[in-house]
């Protein structure tokens, strides 16, 4: 049986042990592509009396006691802390208690609330607040709650005896590797994924990373490890020094100087006007990258509006509307609540050429500046039609420059 100490646990400190599982596999997190995989790490702390930090999707269940048995018996842990009560985290939680028996369960109190709404979970369920510091045998941990990030139940948990934050989903990645720590991983993969679950999963919380940052600042606590429950841990104070101030730049969404193009196509035309808007961007000197949707994920593109200061949107006219591949990524890109952007829209129509207003309706109303009104063309761009796409361009590329010097909209 897979329990029986096939997977090993990774010791990480004097007493705090890796004990999560690798999803290889996972290509979809509510809506996200996870074409990376991705990881549920959870920590054991060995002292007098055992800790579990956090548990696995369920499906890993044996592959977390493995790990815990070749350190212990699974039996003898006597906590389990549950910083955030998304399956992905917890899923296993009801069966890691039924088989280790723990004296108690420890959450926020949403976190309770949440746990009891999801499972029937056979032992007590604490609640710990915001700053407590609670005792359990030898160990001391501190909590400290992080509403929203992701959920309204999520907490992060600091064990000062070894200066490690145990952060939970904040500066996680989904990211399925051997290598356990970010300094074995290259700063361009790091900054790629986690740049692209900030994207897809903390972007509308932007506001309060920036709180939380600001927290561990006032709280001056020394981390010597940066334990996320998804992808590499952070042991080196660069590396530590680096994700808080990567996760600084993109809650501050500053506009850059770089637009994304999303659109799809009926028969070709709309795909037309977006390669002319690109190659008027490039002719003012503006980067941009083009994703036709037949041809790429939504979470591609919010990875891009992460860092870019336009968002440039197109659609044929379907039935009086707006092409279903270009309603989903707008109903997604809306929920994530990206600011400070200049955008335009545009589109092909064959007789009532509805869509580009209903998009720039959608625009308006996530806050995007419209530097234009939407662009349509009838049936096939000719001539002169290209040459407004391309204008456009322009006029986009000499905005995002304005606003980009501006620092915004
Ligand atoms: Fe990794 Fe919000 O769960």
Redesign the pocket.
């Known amino acids: 049986m897979l329990s029986d100490r096939l997977y090993k646990a990774i010791r990480l400190t004097e007493n705090t042990y890796w004990v999560g599982a690798v999803d290889w596999k996972i290509r979809d997190f509510h809506g996200y592509s996870t074409n990376r995989g991705s990881t549920y790490n959870a920590y054991l702390i060995m002292q007098d009396e055992p800790i579990l930090i956090d548990t696995v999707k369920a499906p890993f269940l044996r592959e977390l006691l493995s790990r815990v048995k070749s350190v212990i018996e699974p039996e003898k842990i006597r906590y389990v802390v549950s910083n ?1 009560s ?1 399956m ?2 917890s899923g296993s939680l009801p069966e890691v208690v039924k088989i280790i028996r723990p004296d108690k369960v420890l959450a926020s109190k949403n976190g309770v609330a949440a746990l009891n709404k999801h499972f029937d979970i056979e032992c007590e369920v604490e609640t710990v607040t915001d700053g407590e510091t609670v005792k359990l045998g030898d160990t001391s941990l501190t909590f400290f709650e992080t509403k929203m990030l ?2 309204p139940d ?1 907490m992060i948990t600091y064990f000062p005896e070894e200066k490690i934050l145990f952060s ?2 904040g500066f ?1 990645m989904h990211l399925a590797s051997d290598k356990l720590f970010a300094d074995e991983l290259s700063r361009s993969l790091l900054e790629e994924e986690a740049g692209r679950y900030y994207a897809n ?1 903390l972007l509308p919380f932007s506001s309060l990373i920036k709180k939380l940052v600001n927290k561990l600042g006032e709280l001056s606590l020394e981390i010597n490890l940066l334990a996320p ?2 992808g590499p841990l952070y042991r080196r104070t660069e590396d530590i020094q680096w994700i808080i101030g990567k996760y600084l730049e993109w809650a501050e969404q500053r506009p850059s100087i770089r637009a994304v193009i999303v659109f799809d196509t009926m028969w070709g035309s709309t795909d037309m006007m977006a390669r002319m808007i690109g190659e008027g961007l490039t002719e003012s000197g503006v980067a941009y990258r083009l994703f036709p949707l037949s041809a790429s994920h939504r979470s591609d593109v919010a990875s891009e509006v992460l860092r870019s200061g336009a968002l440039i949107v197109g659609s044929p006219t379907l039935n009086n509307g707006i092409f279903p591949s270009v309603s989903d990524v707008l109903t997604y890109l809306k929920g994530l609540k990206p600011k400070n952007l200049i955008g335009a829209t545009f589109g092909s129509y064959g007789w009532s050429g509805e869509a580009p207003d209903q998009i720039a309706d959608i625009l308006e109303k996530m806050g995007v500046e419209l530097v234009a009104e939407p662009l349509k063309v009838r049936y096939v761009p000719k001539g002169d039609d290209l040459m407004n796409c391309r204008e456009l361009g322009i006029k986009l590329g000499s905005r995002i420059k304005e606003v980009a010097k501006n620092g915004g909209v």
Do not use: A, C, L, R
Request: proline content about 0%; hydrophobic content about 15%.
């Open positions: 955030h998304e992905d985290h992701h959920w999520s939970q989903d996680g999963i429950d998804h």
